[in-house]
């Protein structure tokens, strides 16, 4: 991410170096580093280091060296004894801060990115990495401001505009969140949640809660004509209920939380525009992956994770959004590799050992599906999918009772009755004869009321 601008900052040789045979080394050392031959460089620049331990400026060279290479835990290193050394120093902040974004480090990120903005306010890639931390950090307020200003320093860049977008959707559901939280039931929350079921077709849903905003507000505005025209059209467009006051970023009254997230949204959405207007990039084929995956086209999203792919084959989170969606298209051969090659690079967080293991259950191989699916769970024991995979595992395993719990505790994530089916089976297959009979009437009950919530939602009607 760093660019050849600040990368030419190795080229000065510091002036502690400038006499006698250390001078000749660190000439050697600069020539190498220009003829671009790394690991001779590297070797150069740490027998100088060596010999002047305490020059923070060729420990920083170094650490340059050491990034580039992509050997960023040496180059944190390197970053931290020259700011020891030279505490103010900014580009040991900006490559300090670099080398742990790369580690997947963003919390220890954050620090240093922001000293290094501070003291070079016009650094437009320590500018980026410290908006991409904050994003990476849930920091939706603190990524946004910045990746706004990175747009502005350099409009042609994909990385500003994707992070943008992805700011605001963040500060959308922050929003969202907040008004499900604190006003429950109101006219603002019916509406809200009309808005999102719009995207998903589901107009019985929708035309339900905005009959509930209407019935508690009957003076919404555009509330009414918007379910009018839903009824007669079956339109799939969004509707708005009147315009976006100026000022919400502080405001907490549903009103102000709805209007909120409605202006995140839509600024959302003008960022993801300008990304698109760009030449083809690795985050523009994320975004376009992301959104067929939001409307479940999986063989389609896998389609544009390949094309980020070839654009960007090491970028580890796009091997990782091409992974999900090959297991969500149901190509477990596929997904598989990738998954490996993520697990040996140190990335085995509870959803990329689950995504293994539900895979291996997916090809039929239970056995090997539970030691990873027993590793997500003990990584995040409240991950659902994975008991759910881990219930089916013991079940075709054989072993009922284990199979029990994890069923019962996925229930609330049961999408299609199978895991109520699963579970009447496992009570039968276990010898408790009424709790299958029980289950499976839950399960023809469950499977009863979704086709009936299908009719509904595709015909617009109520329930």
């Given amino acids: 991410m760093v660019r050849s601008a600040v990368i030419a900052a190795i080229l000065v040789i510091p002036a502690a170096a400038q006499t006698g045979e250390l001078a000749d080394k ?30 923070a400026g060729l420990r920083v060279n170094l650490a340059i060296l050491l ?82 200003l990175a747009s502005e320093m350099m409009p042609e860049n994909p990385k500003a505009w994707y992070g943008l977008g992805r700011s605001h959707e963040g500060l959308a559901r922050e929003k969202e969140a907040e008004l499900e939280k604190t006003a429950p039931g109101s006219a603002w929350h019916h509406l809200l949640l009309a808005a999102s079921l719009v995207k998903q077709r589901r107009y019985g849903s929708v035309m339900r809660h905005y009959k509930e905003a209407l019935a508690i507000d009957s003076g919404l505005s555009g509330a009414a004509a918007c379910l009018a025209r839903l009824i007669r059209e079956r339109s799939a467009g969004e509707c708005d209920s009147g315009p976006v006051p100026a000022s919400t970023a502080t405001a907490t009254s549903p009103e102000a939380l709805y209007w909120a997230s409605k202006a995140h949204r839509r600024m959302a959405g003008e960022a993801y525009a300008r990304l698109t207007r760009l030449p083809p ?65 140190g990335t085995s967080p509870a959803e990329i050992q689950f995504l293994y293991g539900a895979s291996l259950l997916g090809l039929e191989q239970p056995e090997a ?29 054989g072993k009922t009772e284990q199979a029990i719990p994890h069923l019962e505790a996925s229930l609330a994530t049961d999408e299609d009755g199978s895991r109520r089916f699963q579970l009447a089976r496992a009570y039968r297959l276990a010898g408790r004869p009424e709790d299958a009979k029980r289950a499976m009437a839950d399960y023809e009950n469950f499977r009863r009321r979704a086709e009936e919530t299908l009719r509904m939602e595709e015909g617009g009607e109520q329930p």
Avoid: C
């Fill in 281 to 345: 990039s690795p985050e523009s084929r994320m975004h376009a992956a992301k959104t067929l995956e939001n409307l479940s086209l999986y063989p389609e999203a896998v389609r544009e994770w390949r094309e980020a792919q070839a654009l960007a084959p090491e970028d580890i989170r796009i091997q990782a959004g091409l992974a999900s969606a090959l297991f969500h298209a149901r190509d477990f051969a596929a997904a598989l590799p990738l998954l490996e090659k993520l697990m040996s690079a």
């Fill in 67 to 148: 990034y580039k290479s992509k050997r960023y835990r040496e180059a944190a290193a390197q970053a931290e004894r020259a700011l020891k050394l030279a505490p103010d120093l900014a580009t040991a902040h900006l490559f300090l801060g670099a080398s742990r974004l790369e580690l997947g480090e963003p919390a220890l990120a954050i620090e240093p990115l922001e000293k290094a903005v501070e003291a070079m306010p016009k650094d437009r890639n320590a500018r980026l990495m410290l908006a991409q931390a904050a994003l990476e950090l849930e920091r939706y307020n603190m990524a946004g401001e910045h990746f706004r």
């Fill in 26 to 55: 660190a000439k050697k050392a600069r020539e190498l580093t220009l003829a671009g031959k790394s690991d001779e460089a590297i070797a150069a620049y740490t027998e100088l280091v060596e010999g002047r331990p305490d020059d």
């Fill in 369 to 397: 599906a539970v030691a990873h699916l027993e590793e997500a769970l003990r990584s995040d024991p409240q991950f659902l999918p994975a008991r759910a995979a881990l219930g089916q595992a013991y079940l075709r395993l």
